[in-house]
């Protein structure tokens, strides 16, 4: 399967879409009523919302100055692939563009980076299923020997994998730092018997696709999931199993005790870490090489998984 991309170079920014100088869609303010987030510019149609994959690339809670030429059209295929592949409840009705859009505006820009869902009442946690030891979950191990309230067994090292996935909850910020809490917290919140459905679904998923991904020569050593009510009905939402929602390492290099060669945004984290940004004050604007490798590495992770 291959995700056609279209090049953003030869579009003009104008009251509608913005872009950043490499072509990457960094904003769309289509007349509608809209929210944005990270990554995503919502629109609500009404009975069903559209949902835009900008080009924007967020790490350590910060949205950058520049984006991924490409990204959101590869995130939105992905998401496309998983939803079908997993097979479960989900919110995705399509991919196309509305026809009804195409009479008002300039559609151009929101080929293949659009999902057209159906409205669902967001619940407010995101599942966080880890089943390698990297990230913020290594450095709270490292402090405590715990993640989230999860023991874990002394003198792992960093990327060992785990003696069975964990899901370590975050609640959801609309803006600033989302907060990993323990699965405590979301039962309190939510209740026993939704918390236990969203803890073991969120496993079950993660296995599966787990399973999936190690027969193409791929590690998904984390992942959140997010989940909306439709109804009564528990629905999988957002976007799922993308770079940018999970760390992906090659298989045949796996070497625990180090940092994995990844298919994912590291790079873009490698760089923030080493540039002297202080993770408190706006982020600074990535180098070409940096933008380059991780195109390349979301477009490598996408071939391997839908080949």
């Known amino acids: 399967m291959v995700c056609q991309i279209t090049s953003m170079n030869d579009?003009?920014?104008?009251?509608?879409?913005?872009?950043?100088?490499s072509g990457a869609l960094l904003e769309t303010k289509l007349p509608?009523?809209?929210?944005?987030?990270?990554?995503?510019?919502?629109?609500?149609?009404?009975?069903?919302?559209?949902?835009?994959?900008?080009?924007?690339?967020?790490?350590?809670?910060?949205?950058?100055?520049c984006g991924i030429p490409?990204?959101?059209?590869?995130?939105?295929?992905?998401?496309s692939f998983w939803f079908e592949q997993l097979g479960m409840r989900h919110h995705l009705v399509s991919t196309e563009i509305p026809p009804s859009l195409a009479t008002q505006f300039d559609i151009g820009p929101l080929r293949g980076r659009v999902m057209l869902t159906e409205k669902?009442?967001?619940?407010?946690?995101?599942?966080?299923?880890?089943?390698?030891?990297?990230?913020?979950?290594?450095?709270?191990?490292?402090?405590?020997?715990?993640?989230?309230?999860?023991?874990?067994?002394?003198?792992?090292?960093?990327?060992?994998?785990?003696?069975?996935?964990?899901?370590t909850p975050a609640t959801k910020a609309e803006e600033g730092?989302?907060?990993?809490?323990?699965?405590?917290?979301?039962?309190?919140d939510l209740g026993e018997t939704l918390a236990n459905q969203l803890r073991d679904t969120s496993l079950q998923i993660?296995?599966?696709?787990?399973?999936?991904?190690?027969a193409r020569g791929l590690l998904i050593a984390d992942t959140k999931f997010e989940f909306g009510k439709v109804g009564d009905e528990v629905v999988l939402i957002d976007e799922v199993l993308t770079p940018d929602s999970s760390r992906f390492w090659a298989a045949d290099n796996y070497c625990p005790g180090q940092a994995?060669?990844?298919f994912?945004?590291?790079?873009?984290?490698?760089?923030?870490?080493?540039?002297g940004w202080d993770k408190q004050s706006d982020p600074p604007a990535l180098p070409t090489d940096v933008i380059e490798q991780t195109a390349a590495k979301y477009q490598e992770a996408y071939d391997r998984l839908t080949a």
């Not at 730092?177 to 309190?188: A, F, K, L, S, T």
């Not at 994912?264 to 540039?275: H, I, N, P, T």
């Open 264 to 275: 994912d945004k590291q790079f873009v984290r490698e760089w923030l870490s080493q540039c």
């Open 206 to 214: 993660y296995s599966a696709a787990c399973d999936y991904a190690a």
């Open 32 to 65: 509608l009523p809209r929210r944005s987030g990270k990554v995503r510019d919502v629109y609500d149609l009404g009975n069903s919302l559209l949902i835009v994959s900008t080009d924007r690339i967020s790490a350590f809670d910060y949205i950058l100055p």
């Open 11 to 21: 579009q003009q920014s104008n009251d509608l879409y913005q872009f950043d100088p």
């Open 120 to 167: 669902a009442e967001v619940i407010p946690f995101e599942c966080v299923v880890r089943g390698y030891l990297e990230g913020s979950g290594l450095k709270e191990y490292q402090a405590t020997g715990e993640i989230c309230g999860n023991p874990l067994p002394a003198d792992l090292a960093q990327c060992d994998r785990l003696p069975n996935p964990i899901i």
């Open 177 to 188: 730092h989302d907060e990993n809490v323990p699965i405590e917290r979301m039962i309190e």
């Open 70 to 79: 490409g990204k959101g059209q590869l995130l939105t295929q992905m998401s």
């Open 260 to 262: 994995q060669a990844s």
